[in-house]
């Protein structure tokens, strides 16, 4: 079973009139719409939903997979390449402004992960961009730690789920080491946070090679928990510049709050504390849109 994959441009259609100042004149967006606008993504997404109907309903008629996630599409199906390469012709002719271009092979990269079809058997691991660069948060940054520890859980429990075989899994963790090492991360973070990723989900043993695959299926097979949902009647949220020095701050407000507001009505309020990034030089220098 061949597996294709399917890279869409997606050339949008003149929806939203756009005007913006540049050298002093202002100029008028008469196609597309701007980049970065969450507008302009859920309109495109509302657009292709009626543009890929019928696509999907073929591909799915024939026994296939069909998945799109903005402008890259993936599609796996029993299709002769000739064929496939005819029907995608036709596709083209669906719109004038989306033109599709197909990269068809046993090896395709969607999103961060490749997938490799050998005889019928799919194996997939993590794939990085030519233009990747192993850049992570820095553990010197004035950020909360547990935003520094999240890196290298997040990354890891990735790697597990994406890597299809325990060899893979191996070169992975390693690549990923490294770069967590560059970015000055102690290793006994990395190896803490590796750790815990095996403790959720209950694995009280190293990895190997002989339990590397029932280990990930019990991992993938987990559920995911579904997010609390907030009642902003009953919260009220405190955002304060965090630095150094202010580590201890979380701890020390709700050990206040509780003294001063336990027997008080406000007490049924949760408090939620959010931080911001310090201002410093290092932030003025990368920012580059114009306040003005």
């Not at 441009?9 to 009139?17: E, F, G, I, K, V």
């Not at 012709?89 to 395709?108: M, P």
């Not at 890196?151 to 890597?163: D, E, G, H, K, S």
Request: hydrophobic share 35%; aromatic share 14%; charged share 20%.
């Amino acid at each position: 079973m061949p597996s294709d994959e399917i890279l869409m441009q997606d050339r949008n259609a003149s929806w939203l009139p756009i005007s913006h100042p540049y050298n002093g004149q202002f100029y008028h967006q008469v196609r597309g719409g701007a980049m970065g606008s969450p507008l302009t993504l859920t309109i495109s997404n509302c657009y292709m939903y009626f543009f890929e109907r019928q696509i999907v309903n073929q591909i799915r008629n024939s026994g296939g997979l069909y998945f799109r996630y903005i402008d890259d599409i993936f599609i796996t199906i029993n299709w002769p390449v000739r064929h496939l390469l005819k029907e995608v012709d036709r596709w083209n002719k669906f719109d004038e402004n989306i033109n599709l271009s197909a990269n068809i092979g046993s090896i395709v990269n969607f999103l961060d992960l490749s997938i490799e079809n050998q005889d019928g058997q799919l194996y997939t691991t993590v794939f990085q961009k030519p233009s990747y660069e192993p850049y992570y948060l820095p553990f010197n940054s004035i950020h909360p730690l547990h935003m520094k520890k999240n890196i290298p859980f997040a990354m890891l429990l990735r790697a597990v789920r994406y890597c299809s075989t325990f060899e893979t899994y191996l070169n992975e963790r390693e690549k990923l080491r490294m770069a967590l090492l560059l970015n000055k991360y102690p290793n006994k973070n990395i190896d803490e946070q590796f750790n815990n990723v095996l403790s959720k989900f209950g694995i009280n043993e190293h990895l190997t090679l002989t339990n590397y695959n029932r280990s990930r299926q019990r991992i993938i097979d987990s559920p995911s928990k579904d997010k609390l949902l907030m009642n902003y009647e009953k919260s009220i949220f405190f955002h304060f510049t965090y630095c150094s020095s202010m580590k201890t701050f979380p701890i020390k407000f709700h050990i206040l709050w509780q003294k001063y507001f336990d027997k008080s009505p406000i007490n049924e309020i949760i408090p939620i504390l959010g931080t911001r990034n310090i201002d410093n030089l290092q932030r003025r220098l990368i920012h580059t849109k114009s306040k003005n």
